[in-house]
């Protein structure tokens, strides 16, 4: 059985897994126990007791963090922020949009302009694109591993080559702002 993701085929056959003595061999089956064992693997569950205990009592402050917006790292960003972040770039999968960093590369300057008035609307207004909270996200069998078993996948998430592009910005500007 070949998976099928947002349109794309996947090389990697998954065609059941073992879960629990049992096996699963239907797609809906596999596809649940993948996004199950992943949502395990990010709970703090496997947190030491001292994390968790530090944890449960962080959390029960409320965060009370105010900000008149006139921190420099608040400023609308410069041209040279977004053709850096571009040019920083790599040949990595897109997400659902399909717009890879290429497009972003060789854009002539007035889609320029326009990339960069839509990217500083979004950072000034805080309107981000709905699709930029969603991620295609892959199973991906670890070297050596037995693949019926779920706990050897590792997940990739494919996101907006574009949303990637605005978080390389909003880092490097946080990163010089903490130096």
Not at 10 to 19: D, E, G, P, R, W
Not at 104 to 127: C, E, H, Q, R
Not at 145 to 154: A, E, F, H, L, N
């Amino acid at each position: 059985m070949i998976r099928k993701i947002s349109g794309k085929h996947s090389a990697q056959k998954i065609n059941h897994l073992h879960v629990n003595g049992a096996e699963a061999t239907d797609v809906l089956d596999i596809v649940n126990t993948m996004g199950e064992t992943f949502s395990d693997n990010s709970i703090s569950d496997h947190c030491s007791t001292s994390f968790k205990s530090y944890k449960q009592n962080a959390e029960k402050y409320s965060s009370s963090f105010t900000s008149d917006n006139t921190k420099t790292y608040n400023n609308p960003f410069s041209m040279d922020e977004l053709t850096n972040a571009i040019s920083k770039s790599h040949n990595t999968a897109v997400g659902s949009d399909s717009i890879h960093y290429q497009i972003f590369k060789n854009f002539p300057d007035s889609a320029m302009d326009t990339l960069f008035g839509a990217v500083n609307y979004i950072w000034t207004t805080g309107n981000f694109p709905p699709e930029w909270h969603l991620a295609t996200v892959i199973p991906i069998t670890k070297p050596d591993k037995d693949s019926t078993d779920p706990t050897s996948y590792r997940s990739i998430a494919l996101t907006s080559c574009l949303c990637k592009i605005m978080e390389r910005m909003i880092n490097t500007r946080l990163v010089w702002y903490l130096k």
